[in-house]
């Protein structure tokens, strides 16, 4: 059963490489250019000629799904403002403790240091400016679904599971609120044009096993080092990890450092990926904030593409990889 999962797997992702150019994800929409995860970062993204745009997804107190990178809020709202009595223990404020009604009242900014208000890119929007609002992930599907039909392109949702274990803890279910959500907008199957990601290997597992979806699913691959997960992250990138994870998704989602070396060189990951049939999207491609020794964002993306082949990547600002691909 295990071998006749990933040739499935191997079959599906073969086609999906075979009928496009590497995929163009915007990374959180077109954060390079607006705040993230908003409205009109997604809307930008789209005009901007992404493949697929990308989603974090919370639950708030009230079960509605928020597109939002971090389980708290304080990173790129005003909520320290607005509700300055609303945080816990550890003086963070989490979007899991307020309803949606007082959700929409935050005003979202540029992403930022809590402790000095200095934002994380400088020359990016400016952190105090622009009336931005938190969105649900239902009115991302609509607007999406909408400039899909009104301009005839064919834009994909590229969604991230935030902290399942933790919101599951809480008595929440993001997860299966996201699946239930998608049916509702006719997203059921692998040919949708749907990634669903998480971190946590057994959360993808569990959905697999309890709704029999056949969505294509993404482990997300982090470092060991970072701490925030009990997940071997090392073991993933074996090959006895990377043909696990082909028995129950169709990609991996590695960092740059995981597939190229510090001069540029392609890891082994890429290869061993795709010798199980998985698709490989790394992150994070930022024009503005390249990795030592890069002169440009073409010059990444040549070492990407050319050089360690991969079958697309998330990117915050998605027009420079429009223009490269055209090219």
């Given at each position: ?325 055209g090219r």
């Amino acid at each position: 059963m295990r071998h006749a999962l990933i040739a499935l797997g191997i079959g599906l992702c073969a086609s999906i490489a075979a009928a496009s150019p590497p995929l163009v994800i915007a990374h959180r929409g077109a954060s390079g250019y607006l705040p993230e995860h908003t409205l009109a970062a997604a809307s930008f993204a789209h005009a901007l000629g992404a493949d697929y745009i990308e989603q974090d997804v919370v639950l708030s107190r009230d079960d509605e799904l928020i597109v939002l990178h971090d389980i708290h809020l304080d990173t790129t709202t005003d909520v320290a403002t607005r509700f300055p009595d609303r945080h816990r223990a550890d003086g963070r404020f989490y979007a899991i403790d307020f309803d949606w009604a007082k959700l929409q009242q935050l005003v979202v900014r540029e992403r930022f240091d809590p402790a000095t208000g200095q934002a994380v890119f400088p020359q990016r929007f400016p952190s105090t400016s622009g009336p931005f609002r938190l969105c649900r992930m239902e009115e991302q599907i609509q607007l999406i679904q909408g400039l899909n039909q009104s301009t005839g392109r064919a834009v994909g949702l590229y969604p991230e599971i935030k902290a399942p274990a933790w919101h599951l803890a809480a008595g929440k279910d993001p997860s299966l609120t996201l699946l239930a959500l998608f049916a509702r907008y006719g997203y059921s199957d692998a040919t949708d044009l749907v990634f669903v990601q998480c971190f946590e290997p057994d959360e993808l597992k569990r959905l697999r096993r309890e709704t029999h979806t056949t969505l294509k699913f993404v482990q997300l691959i982090g470092n060991n080092s970072w701490g925030e997960s009990d997940v071997d992250f090392d073991a993933l990138r074996t090959p006895t990890g990377q043909e696990h994870i082909a028995t129950y998704a169709q990609s991996i989602v590695p960092a740059l450092g995981q597939i190229l070396t510090a001069d540029g060189q392609p890891r082994p990951l890429v290869a061993t990926a795709h010798e199980f049939g998985l698709l490989v999207h790394p992150y994070t491609v930022r024009s503005d904030a390249l990795p030592p020794g890069i002169p440009h964002v073409s010059a990444l993306l040549e070492l990407l593409i050319q050089g360690a082949h991969v079958d697309g990547f998330f990117i915050d600002q998605a027009d420079a990889a429009v223009a490269f691909l055209g090219r």
